[in-house]
């Protein structure tokens, strides 16, 4: 091992490691509270970031994975496209989040450092190939996310928020750390692709299968407390109200990317050949989310709540669809059903941004826009936000036009050809629930006079950003097959 | 087909003009709004035209196909074609555009670029329904037409609207999303989404059977047919009248068609096997649901519950298996687009001067509105089925074909002339005849141009139908013919 390890595929991490010090050290000359610079510079950094994982991992010929320090680092088309969906999602969070940062005097330096520091962590659970990878990602994003919940440090709520994130997450890094560990009793290794090797070895010798199922049983625990699917979902409505509006967003979208990487790497790539194990769990799991999730967001007043419901039950489809890999034995469905729940989790992180980003546009310096009430007659107020808004509704609610429709489409299509005709009616039929409280946003911003007046104010990149990401919904709804392909390829090159 | 793709321009040209007025900005600029949106629905008209001109009655093939790859991946493409059956919905529906354009003019006052958006973009989705050959696009814009109904119910219905909406909305969803699940399944056995296909697909009874309710949900929703109709009177009543129009014309039908365009042929099997659960609910809506039409004290919620009854005799049409109950029912179907939509102008015109729908407050209008008196007896007498109009015709074909099967089919389908003349003609005279009922009756102005054109282009229509029904049966011979033999042929 005396050789140099092959840094080329991991350049977009160390390009943001680095250049993240580099822009701590430029923050602390700022000057004003608006931080111009650092959010220039983050921006930039962003930029490189896509750029390098463009010339590292996507512009290739051949998408086979490319494997490195001592394997336990990876880098192929699933990790790649991920990171680059995570640029996106973090660089319109900065937009859409500054103005409400700077309205709040939250616009520190830390904001922005722990939002990259968070989005390192997410690239490195996308590229993990060991545990231990998969260990160390997952800490550091999760360690970021308790420090930007508690950002807002005067308030009593998000302090709250965070003492219980904090708490409950440590609890689920000790599950996954105890999973973790049984599997490494039952297979002697921690690089996940020689874990599949082992367990294929395995699985047929039912003494060891126990304490291998044991540890999935944590593993799956992890992963389910990260995604926030029921019954690991405690933390996600007081996260979500606890928040500040943009750190709601920083929690509520890319994290999901990351924590569908590490489903992936963890059970696909690792441990596919407790297929029929661990698709039973995330069946279960998916269902008691969608079912809980829909029903409890019901009764929500406050907006960040309902949407914390919302992801759980959409956390749940997504699962559904890794629960449809193996059908009798044969992974001849697989493609499809890991591509579906990749496409599902892409368009719901989109939607996410838009959603939130609009709650970030509505609120202004001392308004914020947080209970359903504040969305009353938006049509009379911003047409052409109410329209924005309608289709982020209706997409979230899995009504066409929108994306939101393929990706449910896709994911049933999936399970029916699973032969889980009951779970796809399950499914249809917790949507439908779920459209009630969506359609009840739609109604108040059409059908109610506005309790507040005068026209929506914000920047001018904010207003194009939040316009662009609503319409993409729209344009992915009706061409989405780009998306999908793109979908599609990356889970083929597993 | 060559030339231009028609079809695609009937879908997206009104969607386009829609898009358009979106964006002509607030109420300031109403006038030119109200003329877009005019032009729009004639453009949209007009497209359809060269369709019927052009369209060949001898064969059941699909006619004016359009094939594009849409998501390969997905196996979902976009195939569009029509043939007899679908082609009388698309003029219907783009007629019935204009009259809702026109009808709407000085009536609706705030927010018109979006009230006439909305329903210039519901009419193409609705064309995009009615000529979709692969099944998810069948189910985009099915579901689609939910959004702009379900603002048009919401922004500019009446009191109880939101309520209205959000069951309108909710029940209907319910019933599609299951029939995704049935759509997706078929789409497993046969692995494709073309409609065409799956009228090729060989399927064992059992699978016939689990499919058929699922179908069946979603299409009785939209019908609606009996018991979960009850959605309807609300809806109705709530929307505005180009609401209650459009509802009453088209969106209806579209559950009507999906039995014609997926239950019977795909699952000719489970249709015939369960034919008699079918008929049975159709009986239901039309002796039950005729009588508690009787009953309504809201001219609206009547008219609402007399279209139930009547779609009643298209479902019962449908499942008798004969030329004449399909063909019947087809035609009872364009001929309730007119009068329905007729009926509800009516309601409309009179609601607009005294804003009350309640029979009770009228009485007498014939002495202060004669000519308008004269449309509605025109009308109400087509909604009972009288010779002559268009209501009579397809009833009547409907019940010839019921008697080829059975008697008593027939005899209690035929107590629909006897409910259908008691609850019009009875509304018709509370309302019209009389003494007058006060002074606000007193003193209403008749007809004005506007109105009594839109009311003459719907006579004018019930008329013609009902003299002269070959143009409109002649279209759909071959389709219906084909559509016979092949439910007639066992699939497995």
Known sequence: ?494 | MNGLPLLSISIWLPIAFGLILLATGGDSRASVQRWIALAGAIAGFAVTIPLYAGFDGQTSEMQFSEFQRWMPGLDINYHLGIDGISMLFLLLNSFITILIVVAGWTVVEKRVAQYYAAFLMLSGMLNGVFSALDAVLFYVFFEATLIPMFIIIGIWGGPNRVYAALKFFLYTLFGSLLMLVAFLYLYNKSGSFEILDWHRLPLPLGAQFALFFGLLFGFAVKVPMWPVHTWLPDAHTEAPTGGSVVLAAILLKLGAYGFVRFTLPILPDASRELAWLMVSLSLIAVVYVGLVTLVQADMKRLIAYSSIAHMGFVTLGFFLFNALGVEGALVQMISHGFISGAMFLCVGVMYDRLHTRMIADYGGVVNSMPRFAAFMMLFAMANSGLPATSGFVGEFMVIMGAMQVSFWIAFLAATTLIFGAAYSLWMYKRVIFGPVANDAVRGLRDLNAREFLVLALLAVAVLYMGIYPAPFTDVMHASVDDLLRHVARPKW
Not at chain 1, 185 to 199: F, M, N, Q
Not at chain 1, 302 to 322: D, E, P, Q
Not at chain 1, 432 to 458: E, N, Q
């Open chain 1, 1 to 494: 091992m005396s050789q140099m390890p092959n840094f080329f595929p991991a350049l977009p991490e160390i390009f943001l490691l680095t250049s993240t010090c580099v822009l701590m050290i430029v923050d602390l000359s700022a000057k004003t509270i608006r931080r111009q610079r650092t959010y220039v510079l983050a921006h930039i950094v962003l930029l490189g970031c896509a750029f390098l994982t463009y010339y590292t991992t996507l512009d290739v010929v051949s998408p086979r994975p490319i494997y490195t320090f001592s394997d336990l680092f990876v880098n192929d088309l699933m990790s790649g496209w991920l990171k680059m969906a995570a640029y996106i999602a973090v660089a319109t969070t900065l937009v859409y989040s500054r103005q409400y940062l700077i309205d709040r005097g939250l616009m520190r330096g830390e904001f922005i450092v722990l939002l990259l520091f968070a989005l390192l962590g997410m690239m490195i659970l996308m590229s993990a190939n060991s545990l231990l990878t998969v260990y160390l990602g997952l800490e550091l994003l999760s360690l970021c996310q308790y420090a930007l919940v508690a950002l807002n440090r005067d308030s009593a709520a998000s302090t709250e928020a965070a003492m219980k994130y904090f708490v409950l997450g440590a609890l689920a890094s000790g599950m996954l750390l105890y999973g973790m560990s049984m599997i490494y009793g039952a297979t002697g290794t921690l690089t996940i692709t020689e874990i599949s090797h082992r367990v294929g070895v395995l699985a047929g010798n039912t003494g060891d299968r126990t304490l291998l199922v044991f540890g999935l049983v944590f593993l799956v625990a992890g992963i389910a407390f990260k995604l926030g699917v029921v019954p690991f979902h405690m933390w996600v409505p007081d996260v979500y109200q606890g928040a500040a509006t943009a750190v709601t967003l920083v929690i509520a979208s890319a994290p999901k990317l990351a924590a569908f990487a590490m489903a992936m790497r963890l059970l696909v790539n690792g441990l596919l050949d407790l297929a029929v194990d661990w698709q039973q769990m995330l069946s279960i799991l998916a269902v008691l989310s969608m079912a809980l999730g829909n029903i409890t967001a019901i009764a929500q007043t406050n907006l960040k709540r309902m949407l914390a419901y919302s992801t759980i039950s959409h956390m749940g489809f997504v699962l559904l669809g890794l629960a449809g890999g193996m059908v009798n034995g044969n992974l001849l469905n697989a493609g499809d059903a890991y591509s579906s729940a990749m496409f599902y989790v892409v368009i719901y992180v989109l939607t996410t941004l838009a959603s939130f980003g609009m709650l970030l546009l509505l609120s202004r310096a001392g308004v914020e826009c947080e209970s359903l009430d504040d969305l009353k007659g938006l049509n009379q107020r911003a047409p052409w936000f109410a329209l924005i808004m309608l289709i982020v509704m209706f997409s979230l609610a899995g009504v066409p036009p929108a994306a939101g429709f393929y990706a449910k489409l896709a994911i049933l299509k999936t399970t029916v050809a699973a032969g889980q005709i009951g779970l796809a009616v399950a499914a249809v039929l917790f949507s439908l629930i779920g459209a009630f409280y969506y359609l009840r946003i739609v109604k108040l911003m059409y059908f109610d006079d506005a309790s507040k007046s005068g026209p929506v104010t914000a920047h001018a990149d904010m207003r194009v950003l939040v316009s662009v990401n609503g319409l993409a919904l729209l344009a992915l709804g009706i061409l989405p097959q780009s998306l999908m392909a793109l979908c599609v390829a990356s889970i083929k090159a597993l």
